[in-house]
DNA sequence: GTGCGGGGCGCG
DNA sequence: AAAGCGCGCCCCGCAC
């Protein structure tokens, strides 16, 4: 450490740009910057490295898995033996020369991974990394303390008054589905049972989206319906325990002169086999119930505004724009409502508007959005079926038959999609077997590989082919997981991992032109910045509050959207689309 | 007591 | 011919 502040300041007075590496540098960092007050000018962490190039063929990416995978040394041990034992007991136990060329070798280790992938690690792509590690490292976010306690309050209370409701029940006569599934037989309700697609054995029939639950939710005995209200209530925990968390973390203590309530936004760089950002440190900031207030207890600190914006159904425009449907293609460049559109051609056959039509474009909505991934006709019954109920608040059945003609309206109405399936078919055996080297869009597909725009590869190890009753099934191993994979499912990967690299070569130009500002968090097709602005909150005559921006905030507000919506080199005809909005929190401004 | 898989639920 | 997918966390139930 002694040493690293000695180069940092010889390297500052050389006017010279300091990177530190290091393996898991999310937590590595935060000491640096949170303990010792040094923030280095650029982060580079093997860990995330590993997850973008080792982790589908170890499964795991610590210094041990990814050494030994890349056959470069052996993790120590030493650790073990030492911890929680202090300077003193380490040396008087005769374990700090072993101790010393353990941690030692840890650092070589790292320095061999960076060896390793320096070469083709796409430089931008540390950037991107970069940002995501700023994101926890340097917070920009600050917690309303008092909105989150209040909210506390409220969600516990609404649970016990759920509870109050049933009469007798306790949180485990809700939680148990065998309890559960008993205090509905004595209410004179046989609990429906429904098949599990994961191990083909008969399970209770009790989730939210199950057609049994919603009928309860209409039975003619109130008793029943507390029960089945409490049930979904209790079910729910993540509301609860995620507010406590950000209540406890409002409540921390920084070092130095950093103040208190920071909110640091923990995300894995390629968290996700496509390379989108997962969450970390057992909180998930990319899952934040929309209008919840946790999203309004993310704020800006005073004199800053958070500005976020949203590529627009950017994962239909990719799939329209790789499979060649040019209308279609066209149709989003003219920012028509597509939904509208379709529901009335292909499904409806009559005009279909967003005003006087709502069901009818919200079954088109669904459309576009759910199909052009393959899903069959009972999936997309049952999924509009409860959709309808949770987001419409009225419950659409186009029963199996209609859901049928609306998958079929789709296939036909845009064909192309379909053929892009058989295209990825065809592929697949050329991937597992050998080495196509053939493009798909700006992919190329190579052995159990594919090569995205960005340099960064999808991965299919172990790609073979299983024989189930079904006939053949083409499976991969992503790091431990079994997957299936299909024309459907690949591209959906490939229009997944393509919407990241949108968003992310966004983001960079954004840092490139506005250096001053910094991603403060990302949710796959959404950036969200905390830069300086100033707001000013008009009273419209229809009731609406119009607000202004002022400051710096209007330009890059602007230039996000812009660069949201701007196609890229590797694909200039794709029709994106973006909008975005400026609040003085996050919840305001989404 | 701990680990793990399945189901459930939140987001995209 | 048919097949939506990508996460993380909570809790339960079961194996050890």
Not at 374 to 394: C, H, I, N
Not at 465 to 475: A, C, N
């Amino acid at each position: 450490m002694k040493s690293y502040l000695i180069g940092k300041r010889d390297a500052q007075r050389r006017g010279e740009k300091f990177v530190v590496i290091s393996h898991n540098a999310l937590f590595d960092m935060c000491l640096l910057a949170w303990r010792f007050g040094i923030v280095p000018d650029l982060m580079i962490d093997t860990m995330g490295i590993a997850r973008a190039k080792v982790n589908a063929f170890t499964g795991s990416v610590s210094l041990a898995s990814v050494a030994k995978h890349l056959g470069i040394g052996v993790k120590g041990d030493t650790i073990g033996k030492v911890i929680g034992m202090r300077k003193a007991d380490i040396k008087s136990a005769g374990l700090w020369d072993a101790y010393a060329r353990y941690a030692c070798n840890d650092g070589d280790l790292c320095r061999e991974i960076w060896k390793r992938f320096r070469k083709d690690f796409p430089p931008q792509e540390l950037l991107v990394m970069d940002m995501v590690l700023r994101a926890a490292i340097t917070p920009r976010f600050k917690l309303n303390q008092d909105l989150l306690a209040v909210h506390l309050n409220t969600v516990k209370a609404a649970k016990q008054d759920l509870l109050a409701r049933t009469g007798i029940m306790s949180k485990d006569d809700l939680m148990s589905n065998d309890k559960f599934a008993d205090a509905l037989r004595a209410l004179g309700v046989e609990p429906e049972t429904k098949t599990s697609p994961t191990t083909g054995k008969a399970t209770y029939a009790f989730a939210k989206t199950d057609a049994f639950m919603a009928s309860l939710d209409e039975h003619p005995n109130p008793d029943v319906q507390a029960l089945v209200a409490a049930r979904l209530g209790f079910k729910s925990t993540l509301e609860e325990t995620r507010t406590q968390r950000l209540l406890t973390i409002s409540q921390l203590t920084w070092p130095g002169n950093l103040g208190s309530g920071w909110m640091p936004i923990p995300l894995k760089y390629s968290g996700a086999h496509t390379h989108r950002l997962s969450g970390d440190w057992q909180l998930n900031m990319q899952n934040l119930g929309r209008g919840s207030p946790l999203r309004s207890s993310l704020e800006a600190p005073d004199g800053y505004v958070v500005v976020v914006a949203d590529a627009s159904q950017i994962e239909a425009r990719l799939v329209a724009w790789q499979a060649g449907q040019d209308d279609l293609v066209a149709s989003f460049a003219r920012n028509e409502d597509i939904y509208s559109n379709f529901a009335g051609q292909h499904v409806y056959h009559r005009p279909v508007n967003k005003k006087d039509h709502p069901k009818e474009r919200f079954v088109g909505k669904q459309a576009i959005l759910g199909l052009g991934y393959g899903m069959g006709k009972p999936k997309f019954y049952t999924k509009v079926k409860s959709d309808s109920r949770l987001q419409l608040g009225e419950e659409i059945d186009l029963g199996i038959e209609g859901a049928g003609a609306v998958v079929d309206g789709y296939r036909k109405g845009f064909a192309q999609i379909p053929k892009a399936w058989k295209t990825l078919d065809a592929l697949i055996p050329q991937m597992a077997h050998g080495d196509p080297r053939a493009m798909f869009g700006p992919c190329e597909v190579r052995h159990q590989e594919v090569i995205l725009p960005n340099g960064l590869s999808l991965y299919y190890p172990k790609l073979t082919q299983e024989v189930t009753p079904r006939g053949g099934q083409w499976v991969f191993r992503n790091g431990k997981r079994i997957k299936f994979l299909w024309g459907g499912t690949f591209l959906e990967n490939l229009t997944q991992a393509l919407a990241r690299v949108c968003n992310f070569e966004a983001a960079l130009r954004l840092r490139k032109e506005f250096p001053r500002f910094r991603m403060a968090h990302q949710v796959h097709d959404e950036l969200i910045y905390v830069v300086p602005g100033r707001l000013e909150f008009e009273q419209l005559h229809n009731g609406k509050t119009k607000t202004h921006v002022f400051g710096p905030a209007r330009e890059f507000r602007d230039a996000l959207i812009a660069f949201l919506s701007t196609p890229p080199a590797w694909g200039p005809a794709i029709p994106l689309a973006a909008e975005g909005d400026v609040g003085l929190n996050y919840g305001d401004a989404k």
